[in-house]
Structure formats: C-alpha cells, structure tokens
C-alpha cells in the first residue's frame, strides 16, 4: 500500500493525500509537479526513475474499509533537497531516455 508521504523530498511543500501535485516514482519517492518539471526534469534523483502522478485514496469508505480512515497516509516527511548541479549532471545522461526504459 503506498505511503503517502506528507511532502515534497526536495522544497517539503505540503502534500495532503487528496493533492493533485503529487509525484511519485517506482519506489515511492515523492515530489511535488513543481519541482519534478523545473528541477528534476521528471528524473528521480533517487533512482533515476520517472515520475507519475500519486493517486488519491479515497476519504470515505466506498467498500470494504479502502479509506484514508482505516489506511491513514503516512507521516514520515522525507526532506533531503537535491543538489541542483549533482542532479543536472546525473540527469543529463538519461534525461532523454523515456522512463519505461530507464
């Protein structure tokens, strides 16, 4: 199940589980659409993965307890901003490799 973590790794923007600006790769690595798009260039940092949009769980239990009640996002802020010109040099060897095949 995933995570939800509650902010962006690189600015700690705030991400509430309903957030549309939410990113997340293969490994869960969360980002806000901001910083993927202006500072990652849809390039994890941690992975080299690509990004999605994190999906929304649902606030009210529609069937059988699949709910932010009963599966609370997570708590755990993860905040390590990336160096921007480490990060410039490590995507620009697979920036241009689309992220399926990465």
């Known amino acids: 199940m995933l995570e939800l973590r509650p902010s962006c790794e690189h600015c700690n923007a705030p991400l509430p589980p309903d957030s549309l600006k939410a990113r ?13 798009d202006t500072v990652l260039g ?17 606030a009210r239990n ?3 307890g699949n709910d932010l009640v009963h599966h609370a996002a997570g708590t755990r802020v993860v905040y390590k901003p990336v160096d921007a010109e480490a990060h ?15």
């Open 24 to 36: 997340i790769c293969s490994f869960e690595c969360t980002f806000c659409a901001h910083c993927v």
């Open 42 to 58: 849809d390039v994890c940092p941690n992975c080299g993965g690509g990004f999605a949009p994190r999906p929304i769980r649902p």
């Open 62 to 64: 529609w069937k059988n």
């Open 88 to 102: 410039a040099a490590f995507a620009a060897e697979i920036r241009d490799v689309p992220p399926q095949q990465r």
